[in-house]
Nanobody
Framework: QVQLVESGGGLVQVGGSLRLSCAAS????????VAWYRQAPGKLRELVAD???????SYEDSVKGRATISRDNAKNEVSLEITSLKPEDTAVYYC??????????????WGQGTQVTVSS
């Protein structure tokens, strides 16, 4: 069982940057893919970026070139830094940790989310 707690959200001005953190407790985190999603008011939750257990990142087009995801398995932490923030980055950001084995979802954990508001 893994518990996830996000932090680092807040109010940021357009063009600014922020760093979100996802801290995990419990066992098994090291084998999980960890992803950041976000959900804006009235919109579906969308993937932002993810990172494999070996540290290979990938990014959605909405943040590509502006975001950096990293993980420290020793500390059970994953971070997401986004620069050049835009109003459309405003959303609740969620951390997810999951593990797929032979096509079957073995782990699937979500944090409670952290609000990011980008103000102009």
């Amino acid at each position: 069982q893994v518990q996830l707690v996000e932090s680092g959200g807040g109010l940021v001005q357009v063009g600014g940057s922020l760093r979100l953190s996802c801290a995990a407790s419990g066992s098994g985190f090291g084998r999980n893919v960890v992803a950041w999603y976000r959900q804006a008011p009235g919109k579906l939750r969308e993937l932002v970026a993810d990172i494999t257990r070996s540290g290979t990142p990938s990014y959605e087009d909405s943040v590509k070139g502006r975001a950096t995801i990293s993980r420290d398995n020793a500390k059970n932490e994953v971070s997401l830094e986004i620069t050049s923030l835009k109003p459309e980055d405003t959303a609740v950001y969620y951390c997810r940790a999951y593990y797929i084995l032979r096509g079957s979802l073995q782990d699937n954990y979500w944090g409670q989310g952290t609000q990011v508001t980008v103000s102009s």
